[in-house]
């Protein structure tokens, strides 16, 4: 099972955003939403170096939730 991670963009270099979430940081490609006015701070979506869904403060908040839990679960 593949799962989308919730990162906030730190820098936008033309189509490429540089994207920290819990202390990593990772490059996506932002061509599947060159449609939308991305900004630094936004929270996108990634999945496979590809921001796919731009998503609020929030929603990011509640998939890092969800997916600490299922971490300590799996631990347990």
Known sequence: MCF???MRIHAI???VAHC???GVERRASL???AHESLVVGDYVVVHLGHAIER???ETAA???RLYDE???A???
Do not use: S
């Open 20 to 22: 920290e979430a819990k």
């Open 62 to 64: 509640e998939a890092w």
């Open 55 to 57: 998503v609020d403060p």
């Open 4 to 6: 989308g991670i919730p």
């Open 13 to 15: 270099d033309g189509l």
């Open 70 to 72: 299922m971490l300590a």
């Open 31 to 33: 061509l599947m939403l």
């Open 74 to 76: 799996g631990r347990g």
